[in-house]
């Protein structure tokens, strides 16, 4: 697992940046009722897509959280007296605070399920009867583009991914919400390069992969033979999916 503590420094720019950012911003506000005037971003990272979906939308008071103290603290610097440190798990927030909620790559990071389904409980604790939550979902399935990367590297350790649609949608529907939607976005300026994956391998971006395992240096030679080190093969595309709150007395899709 990174440390995102000190991942923090580099975390904007070795993940695309602002056009990678914008993308996201623009996926979830396509998601979130043009009625509502509160999201709680939550994981905001170091605030790069939360700035971008306050700036988005006239009128929508954006609030970030993070459990990250030096993720938090860039968050802070793009939005003052927006961002909270907390965690996902237990939430600071009043039940129904929220017209929407949003947790962007978030879910493919927790290895305990019940974690996820505490994450999951409390965003739509938070939600209002009638808002929104959009969640990112397959994360590490959107980065297998076909390239000659994804064909080295299909091999190596997996772990059960713990955001598939199918999971995120049955913890969502266990704590009341009803789907609502789902849309993708280009992974803009995340095409990785051989060199690039290597790199990402030595400092433990592959979480079965760690720094120092038996396997590593085996796939970091196989990466290493590839062509054109340093061409980027394609950006991968992310998938979200929405969930509503009902309205208690309404049908489900009232």
Same mark, same amino acid.
């Given at each position: 697992?990174?440390?995102?503590?000190?991942? $923090?420094?580099?975390?904007?720019?070795?993940?695309?940046?602002?056009?990678?950012?914008?993308?996201?911003?623009?996926? @979830?506000?396509?998601?979130? =009722?043009?009625?509502?005037?509160?999201?709680?971003? @939550?994981?905001?990272? /170091?605030?790069?897509? /939360?700035?971008?979906?306050?700036?988005?939308?006239?009128?929508?008071?954006?609030? %970030?959280?993070?459990? $990250?103290? *030096?993720?938090?603290?860039?968050?802070?610097?793009?939005? =003052?007296? $927006?961002?909270?440190?907390?965690?996902?798990?237990?939430?600071?927030?009043?039940?129904?605070?929220?017209?929407?909620?949003?947790?962007?790559?978030?879910?493919?990071?927790?290895?305990?399920? @019940?974690?996820?389904?505490?994450?999951?409980?409390?965003?739509?604790?938070?939600?209002?009867?009638?808002? /929104?939550?959009?969640?990112?979902?397959?994360?590490?399935?959107?980065?297998?583009? %076909?390239?000659?990367?994804?064909?080295?590297?299909?091999?190596?350790?997996?772990?059960? $991914?713990?955001?598939?649609?199918?999971?995120?949608?049955?913890?969502?529907?266990?704590?009341?919400?009803? !789907?609502?939607?789902?849309?993708?976005? =280009?992974?803009?300026?995340?095409?990785?390069?051989?060199?690039?994956?290597?790199?990402?391998?030595?400092?433990?971006?592959?979480?079965?992969?760690?720094?120092?395992? !038996?396997?590593?240096?085996?796939?970091?030679?196989?990466?290493? *033979?590839?062509?054109?080190?340093?061409?980027?093969?394609?950006?991968?595309?992310?998938?979200?999916?929405?969930?509503?709150? =009902?309205?208690?007395?309404?049908?489900?899709? %009232?």
């Amino acid at each position: 697992m990174l440390d995102y503590e000190k991942e $923090a420094e580099r975390y904007d720019v070795s993940r695309g940046g602002e056009p990678r950012a914008a993308a996201a911003a623009e996926g @979830v506000l396509g998601l979130v =009722p043009v009625q509502a005037r509160s999201l709680l971003d @939550v994981a905001c990272g /170091t605030g790069i897509v /939360t700035r971008r979906l306050a700036a988005g939308r006239a009128g929508l008071r954006v609030t %970030g959280v993070d459990r $990250a103290p *030096a993720m938090a603290r860039h968050a802070a610097a793009r939005l =003052p007296g $927006a961002v909270v440190l907390a965690d996902g798990r237990r939430l600071p927030f009043r039940d129904g605070e929220f017209d929407a909620v949003s947790s962007v790559w978030l879910l493919h990071l927790v290895e305990d399920p @019940v974690d996820t389904r505490r994450i999951v409980a409390e965003c739509a604790r938070v939600l209002r009867p009638g808002g /929104t939550y959009v969640t990112t979902v397959d994360k590490g399935s959107s980065h297998n583009v %076909g390239s000659d990367i994804d064909v080295v590297l299909a091999s190596r350790p997996r772990r059960p $991914a713990s955001d598939t649609a199918a999971l995120v949608e049955s913890y969502a529907v266990g704590c009341g919400l009803v !789907p609502a939607g789902q849309a993708r976005f =280009p992974g803009r300026g995340q095409g990785r390069s051989p060199r690039r994956a290597i790199a990402d391998l030595r400092r433990g971006w592959f979480v079965t992969l760690p720094p120092g395992h !038996p396997l590593a240096d085996d796939f970091a030679d196989r990466l290493a *033979a590839l062509p054109d080190q340093d061409r980027p093969r394609p950006d991968p595309a992310f998938t979200l999916r929405a969930f509503r709150k =009902p309205v208690p007395g309404q049908f489900p899709d %009232g």
